[in-house]
């Protein structure tokens, strides 16, 4: 409601008055808009508390963003310097949307993400920076932050997959009765290096697995 009026005065060039009106806001709410952003029909803000919005951003109908988001700009360049967000747009809680880019219709961007380049409709982004996950074909419910995938969980995954894989493609090649040979000498020495090479094994693939058993990775 503040900012519908604010934004009214600072089209209409009154000066002061509606940033004014704007520092009133935030001391009430803890969201800080400027009067020059433009907001469309049904804009919600969910716990807003730290939510930031630049003069040139433009919002569409019926977004939703949680607290902690920023839609700003990366610089002090003059014109259009903050984000454009289409419709049915869904920010999750402390995202920060950078730049002047386009964020299409019905676009979700996971909790804590960084978006800095342009989204196509109908897409999530998660990460930082953020990337896409996710296109149009399947049906997700907006508010269901837990459910996101984690694209960078998921390529370390498959990268420690490959490693075990080409692991056992070198034991295969090695003689059997050289590496037995070779572990029972060293045991038998009890060299320190040997107990430090394993120990150091141990520890990172205890690492690993804590790090791909984690929440949230």
Do not use: W
């Not at 747009?89 to 996971?110: C, D, P, Q, T, Y």
């Not at 090479?197 to 929440?215: N, T």
């Amino acid at each position: 409601m503040f900012h519908r009026v604010a934004h009214k005065l600072y089209q209409l060039r009154f000066p002061f008055i509606p940033r004014l009106i704007s520092f009133i806001s935030r001391f009430l709410t803890g969201i800080e808009i400027h009067p020059g952003a433009l907001i469309g029909r049904g804009f919600f803000i969910d716990h807003g508390m730290g939510v930031v919005i630049g003069e040139t951003a433009i919002i569409g109908d019926y977004a939703l963003i949680y607290q902690g988001v920023t839609l700003g700009g990366t610089g002090k360049e003059s014109g259009k310097r903050h984000p454009t967000l289409g419709s049915n747009v869904v920010v999750g809680a402390g995202a920060k949307v950078l730049g002047n880019i386009e964020i299409g219709n019905n676009v979700r961007i996971g909790a804590g993400s960084v978006v800095l380049r342009n989204v196509p409709s109908n897409c999530t982004v998660v990460g930082v920076p953020g990337r896409i996950i996710y296109r149009s074909g399947v049906r997700v419910d907006p508010l269901e932050h837990g459910s996101l995938p984690d694209s960078e969980a998921e390529v370390i995954r498959a990268l420690v997959d490959r490693i075990e894989a080409l692991e056992q493609q070198v034991q295969t090649l090695q003689q059997p009765s050289e590496v037995c040979l070779v572990v029972q000498s060293n045991v038998s020495n009890g060299t320190s290096d040997t107990v430090a090479h394993v120990a150091s094994c141990q520890l990172r693939d205890k690492a690993i697995q804590q790090f791909l058993d984690g929440a949230g990775i």
